[in-house]
């Protein structure tokens, strides 16, 4: 990497697990999972009925009252962001007083949105009465559509969480929305990573967000056929590289990284929580590791380091029965069975695009704490599962760098590798 | 010394010209794309035109079309467009180059939602007495009648992840959705891996369709669009006193990307340098550019000072133009803001008011008129302008092509909710 050094000097999360740090690390060493039947509405006749959901989530105690006004403009994974957004910069001490506006960048991963179907209700009834499966579009053009807000397709645009963000705390620096599913946030990180390298800004914030556990959401989940099945035991449902996982569980939230240039945190008086040391991406064509492995590879030959140095791979870990087998299979082309494997969505689901800046926390918590939590749900490796997953118990932390990786389906990985 | 970055491939598919031969002679001849919406019935709508992309059928331009079978016009734009760039460069056959040190991105948009469906659904399980959605209903129903296939094509992810799959393009894979700045700051980010060694190429483009009953319905209601419906093609007049709004447009358009040494290596087509990107934010209004046009005058600016360029350098802008009353002047006020008393003497033009505004695509065919203008030795016309706007007083290139030399442009992207983006190319 290039002469600049790269910290994270500060964490929001807002999770099903707890929307403070200490509140879900504790959670994850008892062993605890957020997962379980979905509560905010009547999921009844779905092949998948659980989820992990976050209770009791109100905007309004993260955004000061001048800007109330605006969480209506924001479904609810932007309101989850800029919840995050606010408690990282309280989590880093910042003074936002003393940055720069046009040094001050975000980068935020995020995914499609989906539209709260109650505001579609009154179009949908003055259109659609006639033909099964058809709407009448010259009644919902001249009558359906004036019943809808006029700001409707703001609420749910990706690159709203960012646009809010920006706005609220007058970062004026590049701002992008990464929308690449579940690589997303860390994508987006190491994008944050590079414009900080190349003297592009001093200072980012850096996040995903997401929800899917809302009915137009989870259809289409169970449409795709990724979701385990396992209603009668949620909270064992998602089973990272065990034998007996069945699919993936839905999570939703969103977390937010201070990312700064060392010589912008040194000059804020910041605490250093990690280093960025390295990142990499690359494509899996034929969904067999060799891409991922690459993405590693790649991270690791930038942190100058090898993979007998890290004291832990912090996985993607879906969960899913097809991806978690090329996922290890990619994983032992770098680290064999030498390296733990830790994976986190046992207890809180897949957070989508929120899941890489959620989850490489965790790895930042564990290389400070010298402790990581368990791989919840994982009692027997998949032969298909060529690693040393770390199992349910917390184990001590040996070594000072992690290996973060995420993915989507389709085989696009990214890789980071943080240094304590 | 950084690498630079050059262009080796170009494609596009366009409203105006399904190649970048194509496009580039429609605009020069002054060709307006626009026209009635044929894609859905929006004759009630407010607004009942659009700027479509005609007579494309995917399997004309890739060999396995089907892999797009379930896919939306946006990742089938995507496919042509990036065929026609590889092709161009020389690129589709596996063995000259490091596949794992070719990469992918883009700034393209969502798919297609199943509106009928969906809205059908709703009106259906909606129970009037409780006021509310009968859930379990609606989802039965809903599982029922959806498309599991076109559902995951409506992803973000899988326009990108269909071309790096189908032209092994096995490096990193990034994709962002900035709205209308979605694929200049994808091009932008590109160049900037290049540049830092983590590609040798670059995929980096766009693609984009909003042309279905909820893009329409959304843009009408933040009264955005044109309502010119009695005249589309002289809706999209940037500039314009009597401007009403911007165009819809749709298509793709793909670049690739290249370090300069192993361009001349391979002794590919260069066909121009990209020199100059900037990339702010205005973080002002989600609905609103900045009055005082701060982030674009700081983007501009930024262009500029990457390229090493001085402002009597620049020899043509192709502006963001999208024929909305605060855009156009906002964008004229930042470029006499930058470029002071010179501002008057480069010849600026809007694209838009021919092709309409491709969106998330919007940026990479306005950066591949650029490029054409470095090689034809004409500019692009601004059509449709009739009534000079005293607040937007530049040479806008008004409705005749001009033979003018160009060996630096400027091409500039605004998105709504305030990302800026200005790249700037020149001749090799």
């Known amino acids: ?87 990282a910069l309280v989590h880093g001490q910042v003074d936002k007083s003393k940055l720069d506006p046009t040094r001050f960048g975000i980068e935020f991963g995020a995914g499609l949105i989906a539209s709260e179907l109650p505001e579609l209700v009154d179009a949908a009834q003055v259109s659609a009465n006639c033909q099964p499966g058809r709407v009448d579009l010259a009644a919902w053009g001249e009558k359906g559509l004036g019943l809808i807000q006029p700001l409707w397709m703001l609420k749910y645009l990706p690159n709203m969480p960012a ?157 899913a029965i097809k991806e978690d087998a090329w996922e290890a299979q990619g994983l032992a082309r770098v680290v064999g069975t030498k390296v733990p494997v830790f994976a986190a969505k046992g207890y809180f689901g897949n957070m989508g695009a929120a899941s890489g800046t959620t989850e490489l926390s965790l790895s930042i918590l564990g290389l400070r704490q010298g402790v990581m939590p368990g791989t919840l749900n994982h009692e027997t490796t998949d032969p298909n599962c060529p690693i040393q997953v770390q199992p349910v118990a917390p184990r001590p932390v040996s070594k000072p760098y992690a290996l973060k990786v995420g993915f989507t389906h389709m085989g696009q990985c990214s890789a980071i590798v943080l240094k304590k | ?52 992309v005609k007579d494309f059928e995917l399997a004309r331009y890739v060999a396995g079309a089907e892999r797009w079978a379930n896919a939306g016009l946006n990742s089938r734009f995507a496919a042509a467009a990036a065929q026609q760039a590889l092709a161009d460069a020389g690129l589709l056959d596996d063995g000259k180059i490091d596949r794992s040190r070719f990469g992918v991105y883009l700034g393209s948009g969502e798919g297609v939602q199943d509106f009928h469906n969906m ?139 290249e370090d300069f040494d192993s361009a001349r290596r391979r002794g590919a087509t260069i066909y121009a340098e990209i020199t100059g990107y900037g990339t702010t934010a205005d973080a002002f209004r989600v609905t609103d550019s900045h009055e005082e046009g701060r982030g674009a005058i700081a983007c501009i600016k930024q262009a500029l000072v990457d390229s090493g360029l001085s402002v009597e350098q620049i020899d043509y802008i192709n ?60 500019l692009p016309p601004t059509i449709n302008y009739e009534t000079p706007d005293p607040e937007c007083d530049l040479d806008y290139v008004p409705n005749q092509a001009r033979q003018h030399k160009v060996r630096h442009a400027l091409s500039n992207s605004f998105g709504f909710g305030g990302q800026n983006i200005s790249l700037i190319v020149s001749k090799v």
């Open chain 1, 1 to 87: 990497m290039a002469s600049r050094r790269i910290v994270i000097t500060g964490i929001g999360a807002i999770t099903p697990l707890g929307n403070d740090l200490d509140t879900v690390w504790s959670a994850m060493l008892a062993g605890k999972s957020a997962v379980r039947p979905i509560r905010s509405f009547d999921t009844t006749g779905l092949p998948t009925r659980f989820a992990a959901e976050i209770d009791g989530f109100d905007g309004k105690n993260y955004v000061e009252k001048s800007h109330r006004k605006s969480l209506r403009m924001m479904a609810r994974p932007i309101q989850f962001a800029v919840a995050a957004a606010h408690l």
């Open chain 1, 163 to 319: 646009c809010h963000i920006s706005i609220l705390h007058d970062a004026q620096g590049p701002n992008n929305s990464i929308t690449e599913s579940d690589a997303a946030s860390l994508l987006a990180l190491a994008e944050a990573t590079r414009i900080l390298a190349r003297d592009g800004a001093d200072f980012f914030l850096v996040g995903g967000c997401e929800s899917k556990i809302n009915p137009l959401s989870l259809v289409r989940q169970c449409l795709f056929e990724e979701l385990s099945k396992r209603n009668d035991d949620p909270a064992k449902a998602c089973r990272p590289f065990d034998v007996a996982r069945d699919g993936m569980a839905l999570g939703e939230g969103a977390t937010v990284l201070v990312v700064e240039g060392l010589d912008h945190a040194q000059k804020r008086g910041a605490q250093v929580l990690a280093e960025i040391v390295g990142y990499g991406s690359a494509f899996d064509r034929n969904l067999d590791g060799a891409g991922l492995a690459r993405a590693c590879e790649t991270a690791l030959n930038m942190a100058g380091i090898a993979a007998e140095d890290l004291d832990h791979v912090n996985a993607h870990g879906y969960g």
């Open chain 2, 319 to 378: 502006a963001h133009g999208t024929s909305t009353q605060v855009n156009d002047q906002v964008e004229t006020l930042a470029i006499k803001r930058v470029f002071g008393e010179q501002a008057y003497k480069i010849p600026i033009s809007s694209s838009k008011s021919m092709l309409g505004h491709l969106i998330a695509a919007a940026g990479v065919v306005e950066l591949i008129t650029c490029v054409e203008t470095l090689h034809r030795g004409w």
């Open chain 2, 119 to 257: 809205i059908w659904q709703i009106a259906q399980t909606y129970r009037p007495d409780k006021r509310e959605i009968d859930y379990p209903a609606f989802m039965a129903g809903a599982l029922e009648v959806f498309h599991p296939g076109r559902e995951a094509e409506q992803e973000l992810h899988t326009t990108a992840a269909h071309l790096a799959s189908h032209f092994h393009l096995d490096g990193p894979n990034f994709t962002c959705l900035t709205a209308c700045a979605a694929s200049s700051q994808a091009i932008g980010e590109a160049v900037d891996m290049i540049r830092q060694g983590e590609a040798d190429l670059m995929l980096a483009g766009g693609a984009h369709s909003m042309i279905h009953p909820f893009g329409v319905t959304g843009f009408n209601l933040l009264t955005a669009l044109s309502t010119r419906n009695s005249e589309p093609q002289r809706a999209s007049r940037p500039f314009d006193l009597h401007r009403d709004g911007f165009v819809l447009g749709e298509g793709a358009g793909m670049l690739v990307l």
């Open chain 2, 1 to 52: 010394m950084r690498r630079r970055v050059v262009i080796t491939g170009m494609g596009a598919i366009t409203p105006v010209g399904h190649s970048v031969k194509a496009m580039m002679d429609a605009q020069l001849a002054g060709t307006s794309g626009v026209g009635p919406i044929t894609h859905f019935d929006a004759s009630k709508f407010p607004t009942t035109f659009a700027s479509q």
